[in-house]
């Protein structure tokens, strides 16, 4: 495990907690929609060419609760993440959980959901791929599952697969909660993608199953 301290996590929150202030506290020094058009993903941004969103919209949060949360759960699993990984290895792979549960989201939306102007932010994707890298490195480490029943890492993270994939099929029925889960479990297939590409066969020596 490297010795180094988290370097990216702290700049990482910092620039959410920048967005989510103009948001809230400095949106009326923008155009009208600029903060919508600009911080939010959907299909139909991408096929406006508004590609940015892919990753801008992952370092945005209007409402506190969400940011707390995402900001809470990121800086306790990826500042040992990123000493473990190292910190330009990690912010490489957060980026690409960002854009990835981002382009999931518009994907799910447009083709399961039938609603391609369904608009999503938040960091929760890239915190979910973060996570699963996490859970699957360490399975055997203790998560607190709704900050409240202890579970290994792994069995957590794999409850959190099973309650996004039952959200998912309630919003295409018509129903559910206004969650990205289809943002959720991209995120989470990026942190089980990378981990079996990129970080297994690197770690397999190194930790301990």
Same mark, same amino acid.
């Given at each position: 495990m490297s010795n180094n301290k988290s370097f990216f996590v702290p700049i990482i929150i910092t620039i959410n907690v920048i967005v989510y202030l103009m948001w809230t506290v400095f949106q009326t020094s923008f155009p009208p929609n600029f903060m919508m058009n600009n911080f939010t993903v959907s299909w139909n941004?991408?096929?406006e060419g508004r590609y940015?969103? /892919?990753?801008s919209s992952a370092f945005s949060?209007?409402?506190?609760f969400h940011i707390f949360i995402n900001m809470f759960v990121l800086n306790s699993f990826g500042s040992l993440l990123e000493r473990v990984l190292g910190s330009t290895s990690f912010i490489r792979f957060y980026i690409l959980a960002s854009v990835l549960s981002s382009l999931s989201h518009s994907v799910v939306s447009a083709y399961l959901i039938n609603d391609?102007?369904?608009?999503?932010l938040g960091a929760s994707g890239a915190v979910a791929g973060v996570i699963l890298v996490f859970s699957l490195?360490?399975?055997?480490e203790k998560i607190l599952l709704f900050g409240i029943i202890? /579970?290994?890492a792994l069995f957590g993270a794999l409850a959190f697969i099973a309650l996004d994939l039952w959200g998912l099929v309630s919003?295409?029925?018509g129903g559910g909660l206004p969650i990205g889960h289809g943002a959720h479990l991209g995120g989470a297939f990026t942190g089980i993608v990378y981990y079996f590409l990129v970080l297994r066969p690197k770690f397999k020596n190194q930790i301990s199953f």
């Open positions: 941004a991408l096929l940015w969103t /892919l990753l949060h209007e409402m506190l391609p102007s369904i608009a999503a490195l360490f399975p055997r202890p /579970l290994p919003q295409t029925k």
